[in-house]
């Protein structure tokens, strides 16, 4: 059976440690979409290591990792990842596939992205400006340059058509200007790094195909989350990718019949980092007491995370949209402090109160959310690894979440490590050892 790990809100759920738990029982972890915008984290004992391109399944010895077509890729950062993994003692050659249509971000796009923010000035989405929108837009601009264009004995004259298309465009402004420097040291390095590509840039769909057809378990490992997703998340307020379970077959070049079971991932309260609409974001105490007792600081930039209550109205949609089969909550133990925990349950809008999920995201900034108040527990959950070892009012609050969903919460994440986590479901039925 192949399962799919999905973000059910606007990323940083934890995926990666579901990920990092689950990979032990296939063959393959895949991502399918976004880049470096990611960050993953995975505790090996005390050590913590954040990946950002590569699946978090390449802490786990022998499992083969994909990065997908429908990726972005930093070539430059993807080697400091390789580095990082000789670092921990994580080997990586031979079992490393990257897609050669997987597309190229250049330090054009990084430029391109700061000025483009720059300009909105208030209205900025508030990305990573890590180049990744910019280099979507190449990609669907049809001049796009991607991983197997570096093969190529002419890969610097593509290069080059990219730099000569935005200098024309962007020519009077200074940004692309001030990129000359970096983008000479940029070919530089690809220069440099064409050895290592040759080892692990190949045609990954067909291959992945073929490993389907000869019994290979797939793990497909999604970055962000749903409500970040282009198409259905709140735009424009999104990443530039399909976060969500439909971006699997389009981003690895397999059939939508492959996956076979699908994962959804929850903090048991909200965050988002970056601009846009957020109906329970707490601008009080509460929100401090979340952000400083969760850590919630973005792993990829630093940036403190805007945080609030859970939306129900939220997770449902993104539970739909998906049609999990099952959710994984992460850091219910942040909440043991609350006496009183809210949970979003409708949306008041335009003088009338709806479950539904107004996806615009000028829609979803009338919202003011409609609570219930469910009773804290005020015990410490930390480190849990029995269900049954939760307090009433906690199983009360997961229970709830299944009720409002319809989908079944199979396992909590109790902090960061691996033994952190109580099943409430065993997975065997869906991973299978090897
Ligand atoms: P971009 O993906 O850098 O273009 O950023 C677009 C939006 O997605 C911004 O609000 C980012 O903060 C958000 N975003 C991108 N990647 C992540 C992530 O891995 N976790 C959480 N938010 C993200």
Known sequence: MNVAVVGLQWGDEGKGKVVDLLAAGFHIVARYQGGHNAGHTVYLGDTKCVVHHIPAGIFHEGIEVVLGNGMVIDVIHLM???KELNKWGIPWLNRLRVSNRAHLITPLHRYIETWEENFLGQGAIGTTRRGIG???????????????DLLQDDWEARCDTQWRHWKTLYG????????TVEWKEFLTSIQELRPILFDIVMQTDSWLRQRLSKGSRILFEGAQGTLLDIDHGTYPFVTASHCSVGGIPIGLGVSL?????VIGVSKAYTTRVGAGPFPTELLDDEGTTIRERGQEYGATTGRPRRCGWLDLVALKYACDINDVDGIVITKLDILDVFDTLKVCIKYYIN????TEFPVRAEDLALVKPIY???P?????TYGINRADDLPQNARNYIRYIENYTGRRVIALSSGPRRHETAWFEEPTNWVSKK
């Open 351 to 354: 003088e009338t109160e709806t």
């Open 376 to 380: 804290g527990w005020s015990k410490q």
């Open 372 to 374: 219930d108040n469910l």
């Open 257 to 261: 019949r492959s996956v076979h079971h």
């Open 134 to 148: 910019p280099c979507y837009q190449d990609k669907y601009g049809r001049r796009g340059l991607v991983l197997g």
């Open 80 to 82: 400091k990842e390789l």
């Open 172 to 179: 009077p402004y200074d940004n692309v200007h001030a990129a």
